[in-house]
């Protein structure tokens, strides 16, 4: 009894402290976007609010916010290739499973003037951060560890991970934009926007929403050819393939 007496004693003191504690919300100014096949990438705004955000905390500046655009999760093999007898050949591979094909983020600050290392490590929180899963766990450590590195590198040179540091601004004590990137080879599917709050450096809370990026125009209706009529998507490509080399033939034939 006495021991569950100090527990609520010990509730009812934090609670008197902290009454109200802070929330973060956020709002996408559309849940769908069209894209065609000249698609060169944007820049993608997020809104959002703090709720009972401390007015001393804020006029001080210490209150950051990360923004992730994180797009759908798919399985991705890496390869390495080398060069035998003067051919480059796959001589060994890494598969990975539940891979963001995408990640933009947009913070408020540079990173390490946000929160320790540490605190991205347990969010999962940052391009360099997030957990990529092996396919067999019980392969080799190291091996691993060079592959996943080769991973995050591909996707940072083709622009699929990007950080905008700066990115998010603060219009009010309460409200800010964050402008994350979309990039030109954005995958179609289900992303997910995510804002992290922190406050003097601790994580505080985290809000999300979704947007849905899908394909228009021409390119639409032949992406649901391809997936839902795979057998006559098929067949007009093989047709198509003959009338052009029919045509070519015809074109360029020596008479």
């Not at 929330?23 to 559309?30: E, F, P, R, Y």
């Not at 060069?83 to 947009?106: C, I, K, M, T």
């Not at 691993?144 to 040179?157: G, M, Y």
């Amino acid at each position: 009894m006495l021991a569950l007496a100090a527990m609520i004693a010990g509730l009812v003191a934090a609670a008197a402290q902290n009454p109200n504690p802070e929330g973060i919300q956020i709002g996408l100014s559309t849940e769908h976007i069209s894209i065609t096949a000249g698609f060169s990438g944007a820049d993608l705004t997020i809104f959002g609010s703090l709720e009972n955000a401390d007015p001393e905390v804020a006029r001080q500046g210490r209150y950051d916010v990360i923004v992730v655009l994180e797009g759908p999760s798919r399985r991705i093999v890496v390869r390495r290739k080398s060069r035998v007898l003067g051919v480059w050949v796959n001589l060994q591979s890494e598969e990975f499973e539940n891979v963001p094909v995408s990640y933009s983020v947009a913070t408020t600050r540079p990173f390490q003037d946000i929160t320790e290392p540490i605190s991205y490590r347990q969010l999962s929180l940052g391009a360099n951060n997030i957990y990529l899963q092996p396919a067999d766990p019980e392969g080799s450590p190291p091996t691993i560890a060079e592959f996943t590195r080769a991973l995050r590198d591909r996707k940072v040179a083709a622009g699929l991970y990007s950080e905008n540091v700066g990115g998010v601004r603060f219009l009010s004590q309460n409200l800010f934009r964050a402008t994350v990137r979309l990039a030109p080879d954005a995958p179609v599917g289900t992303h997910k926007a995510r804002a992290f709050l922190f406050k003097n450096g601790l994580f505080a809370k985290e809000s999300s929403a979704q947007l849905e990026i899908r394909k228009a125009g021409f390119e639409q209706a032949v992406f649901r050819l391809a997936h839902n009529h795979g057998f006559f998507y098929g067949a007009l490509s093989v047709a198509f393939a003959m009338a052009v080399g029919w045509l070519g033939s015809i074109v360029f034939r020596r008479d």
